[in-house]
């Protein structure tokens, strides 16, 4: 019996080690899973249809935007993955149903569908059964920024708490993508904040930022928090990341800050 179990245990480890290799190699080389790559500077985009005539310059756009960040490397390669691959979208479960997530220096696309020509990607919100477009060139800024916080600080990047929204990385993602770096109007977008945030309470239809797409209010609250450590406390992103306060305590030394 100890001989039959001995086996079972080392078929079984033997299985689970070559699905983890099998997994690794495919996650770490898309070119496995798609038909065609394109080159558009330091990002690589794998596909199996024709892209639109418009990725190339969403992809320059969102570089330009990408090199505000103080993570900027221009020798940084990032490889963005579409959803019209049966296969690779699939590999790393996410919860929910993002538009997009990103691990390393891949950006994923999950759901939705990409139209570069009119720089949208468009989702069905079935709670409404209402059709969403969001700003393309915002989406990508936001996970390609996400990439670069793994090359520039992997070390907070693998021991913040995961399958947790990180308000540090999606404030920072936010700061740069929505292209607040610096614009001088912190306070009048807290004021927007305010509104919005009682407008969302009282039941109101969700409005559009700056850029043309939906808010995501929590995003939209942490670049503002982040902004304000930035660019009013003089921090940079390391010094974010290990700051050890309470978010609600920072958010209301904010709001004293804008009252004054």
Excluded at 146 to 171: A, C, T, V
Excluded at 213 to 242: G, P, R, T
Aim: with cysteine.
């Amino acid at each position: 019996m100890k001989k039959i179990i001995k086996k079972i245990s080392i078929s079984l480890f033997s299985v689970m080690g070559f699905s983890c290799v099998l997994w690794a190699v495919l996650f770490f080389n898309p070119r496995l899973s798609y038909a065609n790559k394109t080159q558009i500077g330091q990002v690589t985009i794998f596909h199996n249809q024709d892209l639109d005539t418009g990725a190339e310059e969403v992809i320059n756009n969102v570089i330009e935007i990408l090199k505000s960040s103080e993570l900027y490397d221009k020798n940084f390669k990032i490889q963005l993955c579409l959803n019209d691959d049966e296969i690779y979208p699939n590999l790393f479960p996410v919860r929910g149903t993002p538009l997009a997530h990103s691990r390393f220096n891949k950006t994923i696309i999950k759901n939705g569908e990409i139209r570069f020509n009119k720089n949208i990607i468009e989702i069905r919100w079935e709670a409404k059964n209402e059709l969403r477009k969001y700003n393309l060139t915002w989406l990508l800024a936001h996970e390609f920024t996400h990439n670069l916080e793994y090359n520039s600080n992997p070390r907070y990047m693998f021991r913040r708490p995961q399958g947790s929204i990180d308000w540090k990385l999606e404030g920072y993602d936010d700061y740069i993508a929505r292209r607040f770096k610096n614009d001088g109007k912190l306070r009048d977008k807290i004021e927007k904040y305010l509104i919005e945030e009682n407008n969302i309470h009282n039941g109101l239809p969700a409005s559009k930022d700056e850029v043309g797409s939906y808010l995501i209010y929590s995003n939209y609250k942490y670049a503002l928090i982040v902004q304000y450590l930035m660019e009013i406390k003089k921090m940079n992103f390391d010094q974010v990341c290990e700051l050890d306060k309470n978010i609600n305590e920072i958010y209301s030394a904010m709001l004293e800050w804008r009252n004054n």
